[in-house]
């Protein structure tokens, strides 16, 4: 079933029309703008969301480890960025939950040892965490990101065949990451991953305007390097079918997000629709590109509930405190 949450005033017209995309008709000066989510923060300056962004990134991982009980740097492949953190809960049982986390940092910053965001609050209830570095630019390449991501997800399904699910959550570049999995082909790996749930925090499923970004135009170097690492490109020419039918997406963007975020989360939210797959979407209320990840160090976050991350997504019902309504 799909769930279209929505806003009185949100267009829920939009089909995906991609020749009419409007992005078509943005100067290079609004497209960069568009794609630079730092420049749409609300409460702060630009600089300082950055910085504060690092701060509390570096502040919850060190907290993160402060418990002790992580296993850090574990190799899932043989390259020297081929590590990931695993953090576990007091009980640790054959049958945990895993949440398995990909920064964001546009595909060339951002590292695993400062993105410990909601380890603290879901260990404490019982979800074993894993954080997941992988080559970023200009040493890996997309395709390599994304196989090495597809590496991670096969190591803790082989080193945890017992887990209760694994879901995968991404935050911008990250869910872009997190969302190219729904294409994996398993099969070459000799595991099928127990993917439960896709969280998908203010992602990038479109990369083709990115290609016309001066930022981020050496991560892709030509229209098919953008359209065969583009999930919502794959899904919408050779669609998926999830290998679990229960296996859930939570499309998600920030209300303060850039149009270009929030049309990218919309029309990827309708494509996995379209494909038959589980999938709900939300607009964070009153949040920046940011503080969604800021909110996920808190407990009492409805977003940080395990039953919102890992429990059958019941979390869906909670949302009527924000004001959304189903249809
Ligand atoms: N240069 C970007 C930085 C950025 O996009 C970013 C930074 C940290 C974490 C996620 C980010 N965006 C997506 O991956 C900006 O101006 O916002």
């Known amino acids: 079933m799909c769930v279209w949450w929505y806003k009185a005033g949100m267009d829920v017209s939009g089909g995906n029309h991609r020749h009419e995309a409007p992005w078509k008709r ?10 630079s989510p730092s420049r749409w923060v609300v409460r702060l300056g630009a600089e300082e969301a950055m910085r504060t962004y690092s701060q509390i990134g570096n502040e919850v ?5 402060a418990t002790g009980r992580s296993l850090l740097n574990v190799p899932y492949g043989d ?3 081929e590590k990931l953190d695993i953090y576990l809960p007091e009980a640790v049982s ?4 895993f949440l398995v986390f990909f920064h964001g940092g546009y595909w060339q910053s951002g590292s695993k040892d400062t993105s410990a965001f909601m380890v603290n609050p879901l260990t404490a ?9 992988y ?5 890996g390449t997309l395709d390599q990101m994304v196989d090495q991501v597809t590496q991670s997800i096969v190591f803790v399904q082989k080193q945890y065949p017992g887990n209760q699910g694994i879901y995968l959550c991404g935050h911008s570049a990250g869910a872009h990451l997190a969302a190219m999995m729904l294409l994996a082909d398993w099969t070459k790996h000799g595991v099928t991953p127990n993917l439960k749930g896709f969280f998908l925090l203010s992602g990038v499923y479109d990369l083709e305007p990115i290609m016309h970004t001066s930022e981020n135009a050496p991560l892709l170097p030509a229209l098919e390097d953008a359209q065969r690492n583009s999930p919502l490109w794959q899904l919408e020419t050779a669609p998926t079918r999830p290998a679990d039918p229960a296996c859930r997406i939570l499309v998600t963007v920030g209300q303060h997000d850039s149009p270009e975020f929030h049309r990218q989360s919309r029309e990827f939210y309708q494509t996995l629709c379209q494909g038959g797959w589980k999938a709900s979407f939300e607009e964070l ?3 920046d590109h940011f503080e969604i990840l800021w909110n996920l160090t808190q407990e009492d976050y409805v977003l940080t509930q395990p039953q919102v991350i890992c429990r059958g997504w019941s979390w869906a019902h909670q949302w009527d405190l924000h004001g959304a309504r189903q249809v």
């Not at 054959?94 to 939950?97: C, D, L, S, V, Y």
């Not at 209830?125 to 894993?130: D, E, I, L, P, S």
């Open 135 to 139: 080559d970023i630019a200009p040493k």
């Open 26 to 35: 943005m100067s290079k000066e609004e497209l960069d703008n568009q794609y």
């Open 79 to 81: 390259g020297d960025g």
């Open 61 to 65: 991982s060190k907290r993160a480890r």
């Open 285 to 287: 209320h009153d949040m």
């Open 125 to 133: 209830q019982g979800v074993a965490v894993v954080i997941v570095a």
């Open 94 to 97: 054959e049958a945990m939950p």
